[in-house]
């Protein structure tokens, strides 16, 4: 059950830090999620290498619960390393890997179709909700150039959210979510790169598969694995 909303966080939290978290510790906090809305909106590649540890209370030095995470982002490709899991996104397929049982499955992307919906249903970012639910960021202090910021939220399971960024460059370096039961969960950022030169296979399907006389088969790299196709409907 603990994976599960660790999971869940890290999903949301790439959404957050992809958008420009680093603004919402403005004094006009209603500015900061609007420039936080335009920034993610313009972003159209990035590398990002984080670790993910989630504790028991506010005081153990022990996690129950670390991972790595590694993500990729170029216009509509994306290459995600997770744990055991690995998904990547080009303008042919959908792939997903699962290390522990040796799957792959794969699906046909229709990209366009993809543009066209999120065209005619947007994604709307309400600035009122998300204002109800924050109050007023604080600052704490700086240490080794990393300056410290609080956030205190006025409703939700989470309590309060610290962040770390690092004065000189102006990037997020940590953040930490504090939940109402106790736990926490430790986010840090060994890149962030907004302007990553990605190798030409960085998204090519033959990475985990190949096709041989229109029949889809394992690369030589997971060759012992099971893949799965998927076609749509």
């Not at 543009?115 to 639910?133: E, G, H, W």
Request: with cysteine; net charge neutral; aromatic share 12%.
């Amino acid at each position: 059950m603990k994976e599960k909303w660790t999971y869940k966080l890290v999903i949301c939290f790439c959404l957050l830090v992809t958008s420009g978290l680093q603004e919402c510790i403005a004094q006009d906090f209603k500015k900061a999620l609007e420039t936080l809305k335009q920034k993610y909106e313009r972003l159209e590649k990035f590398h990002l290498v984080m670790s993910i540890r989630a504790f028991d209370d506010s005081v153990t030095t022990r996690p129950y619960y670390e991972e790595h995470a590694d993500i990729k982002k170029d216009g509509t490709n994306y290459c995600y390393h997770f744990g055991e899991h690995e998904m990547l996104l080009n303008s042919k397929y959908l792939i997903v890997v699962d290390k522990t049982s040796r799957d792959i499955v794969c699906s046909p992307r229709d990209v366009k179709a993809e543009l066209d919906f999120f065209q005619k249903n947007p994604v709307q970012l309400n600035m009122d909700s998300i204002l109800n639910q924050h109050s007023e960021g604080f600052y704490l202090g700086s240490q080794d150039g990393i300056d410290h910021y609080k956030v205190m939220m006025k409703s939700g399971p989470i309590k309060r959210m610290d962040l770390f960024i690092a004065h000189n460059e102006n990037v997020l370096s940590a953040i930490q979510y504090s939940y109402g039961e106790g736990q926490r969960v430790e986010i840090g950022f060994q890149k962030f790169n907004t302007q990553p030169v990605f190798a030409n296979d960085t998204f090519n399907e033959n990475i985990y598969m190949t096709s041989t006389h229109g029949r889809l088969q394992p690369s030589d790299s997971f060759k012992r694995y099971k893949l799965l196709e998927v076609k749509n409907q």
